[in-house]
């Protein structure tokens, strides 16, 4: 039998996400929608697990010259 503390993952609601992204709130439910951020649905409300907030800002790291075309 797994027990309770394996069962325990880490989330945030939508506006906590985006406070750590440093976007807004509607930024956030743009990514949710178009799929680039994996979220859980528990009824009308909708969390982040902290490990999806990972995946998705490593997805997103670039490196050398395309890091500094965009600054």
């Known amino acids: 039998m ?19 992204l440093q976007l807004s709130a ?10 680039d951020l994996q979220v859980y649905r528990f009824g009308s409300s909708v969390r982040v697990p902290v490990e999806a907030l990972d995946a998705y800002c490593n997805r997103s790291l670039i490196s050398g010259s ?4 965009n600054v």
């Open 26 to 35: 509607k930024s956030v439910r743009r990514l949710i929608e178009r799929g």
């Open 66 to 69: 395309r890091a500094s075309r």
């Open 2 to 20: 797994t027990s309770k503390s394996q069962l325990r993952v880490r989330c945030l609601t939508v506006e906590q996400a985006a406070d750590v």
